[in-house]
């Protein structure tokens, strides 16, 4: 009788173990997404930005504009599709700094890469805006 109590008793924890063990590997699983997509977009971000928004998109003052805490960055979705397609010149203004240079368009670069940098750039630097979709890039093209 107590041996039958013990198997059962063992059965019971066993289920228990081996389903919440499920349930952290699923976890840290997305967990390993979320990085591994914000890693990819890092890689782009640094490769094709950062040579003139540098690493911590603060920008070269008078030069070219940071991307921290940019109201552009953080704004309406299309205009930031925009830049990334056709690039961008003509004078603006960011921080009481003057810029007039010239962006080149990133369109050779696919749906996703360019969702990847922006949701990148809107979700890091002190910028916050909504996710931007691939599909969304491709509407605009
Ligand atoms: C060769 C230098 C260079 C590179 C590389 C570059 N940019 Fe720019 N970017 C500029 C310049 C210069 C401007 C300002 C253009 C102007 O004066 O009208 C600008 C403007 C912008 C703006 C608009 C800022 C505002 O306040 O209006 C955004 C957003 C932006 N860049 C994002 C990016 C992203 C994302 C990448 C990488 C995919 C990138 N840039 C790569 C030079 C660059």
Not at 115 to 128: K, Q
């Amino acid at each position: 009788m107590n041996q039958i109590f013990f198997i059962i008793v063992l059965a019971v924890l066993f289920t228990a173990c081996s389903s919440s063990g499920k349930k952290d590997t699923a976890k840290t699983q997305s967990e390993l997404q979320v990085k591994s997509v914000n890693e990819v977009a890092l890689t782009s971000y640094k490769r094709h930005c950062l040579a003139c928004h540098q690493r911590d998109a603060g920008g070269v003052p008078g030069m070219y504009p940071p991307l921290a805490g940019n109201k552009v960055v953080s704004g309406d979705k299309n205009a930031l599709i925009d830049i990334m397609l056709n690039g961008m010149s003509g004078e603006i203004e960011v921080d009481g700094e003057k810029y007039n240079g010239i962006m080149a368009s990133y369109k050779n670069l696919s749906d996703q890469e360019i969702a990847n940098i922006l949701n990148y750039i809107r979700s890091n630097f002190g910028n916050s805006g909504e996710v931007i979709k691939p599909s969304e890039i491709k509407a605009r093209r």
